[in-house]
């Protein structure tokens, strides 16, 4: 199952790495960062895209959004080609001209705030959907940021979850706090929200672990999980390395950058048909872990 989830984020990063490259422009190592943590959230059946919400408040990483889509089949790969093209769908900046994008971002922070109105008006509803909201670490230092993470704590937005991708690296060189993942627990919780910890944000199995920890608590908080990922990711001289924010490869890079993946690739090869038994499985093994919680749960109480 990991070797299949590894697989397809090789191929997201195979995608990420040439539409950028096709367009000359994007940002391709911050959206390779954030591979894994989405690939786990679309393909291990923790979004349920009927009734649940995602936000890329990190705008910036559209090429993994778009990627992630391709791979689904919701796209054909050959429309990454379009990426920032005019006229095309697949703007530089997620926007509602993407069909499965309801709001527009990129000015920092405002995809966040967006997401805990969604997941306010769900509440109203009574819709059992969650919305998960993607920030970056640089994102953390907007002002707007802290005003919504202190209102959904107020209105204990359960149905709130926000994933950090903590790379250490912004626009411009280290952010303030870098890797130090526990001070940015610190400040959650001080605004009463559940936290949740991925020392290594690119173990497949350690962010599944954690999904289904914050999946499952039953406390009446908003929840956040605080991933330590690398800029670049999969890629070695990407990998932690500055001057390399908003920057396409150049063709030669991109080969070099290509033939390292390759390199990398199991030798398994997955089929669209296969990811989709996939999330059908491992939705309904969610299903039974919920249901055996609720099961537990009402023997305590009873």
């Not at 940002?27 to 786990?40: D, G, I, K, N, R």
């Not at 306010?120 to 005003?147: A, M, P, T, Y």
């Not at 605004?191 to 497949?204: E, R």
């Not at 962010?207 to 406390?219: C, F, G, M, P, T």
Request: net charge positive; hydrophobic share 40%.
């Amino acid at each position: 199952m990991s070797e299949n989830l590894k697989n397809i984020c090789q191929k997201i990063r195979k995608l990420i790495l040439t539409s950028t490259t096709m367009a000359q422009s994007g940002h391709p190592t911050s959206s390779l960062s954030a591979v894994e943590l989405m690939t786990v959230l679309f393909f291990s059946g923790f979004f349920n895209e009927k009734n649940d919400e995602v936000i890329f408040s990190k705008g910036h990483a559209a090429p993994l959004l778009y990627a992630l889509y391709a791979v689904l089949g919701k796209i054909d790969e050959k429309k990454l080609e379009t990426l920032r093209q005019f006229g095309s769908v697949l703007e530089g900046h997620p926007t509602p001209r993407f069909p499965y994008v309801k709001v527009a971002t990129g000015s920092l922070g405002q995809g966040f705030s967006i997401g805990l109105g969604m997941a306010l008006g769900k509440r109203l509803l009574k819709n059992k959907g969650r919305v998960f909201v993607l920030l970056g670490d640089s994102e953390i230092s907007e002002g707007q940021v802290w005003e919504a993470v202190q209102l959904a704590s107020y209105y204990k937005t359960e149905n709130l979850i926000a994933i950090v991708d903590i790379n250490r690296l912004g626009q411009r060189g280290q952010t303030m706090l870098g890797w130090d993942v526990l001070s940015y627990q610190k400040r959650f919780e001080s605004f009463s929200w559940k936290t949740f910890l991925v020392f290594d944000g690119h173990n497949l199995d350690e962010i599944k672990k954690v999904y289904q920890e914050a999946l499952l608590s039953i406390e009446k908080k908003p929840k956040v999980i605080l991933a330590k990922t690398i800029k670049g990711k999969g890629v070695s001289f990407l990998e932690d390395k500055d001057g390399w924010h908003g920057k396409a490869l150049s063709k030669d890079e991109l080969e070099k950058a290509l033939e390292e993946l390759e390199q990398n690739q199991d030798d398994k090869i997955f089929e669209k048909d296969s990811v989709e038994k996939k999330l059908f499985t491992d939705q309904s093994q969610k299903n039974l872990e919920i249901k055996n919680l609720l099961v537990r749960l009402k023997s305590y109480f009873n």
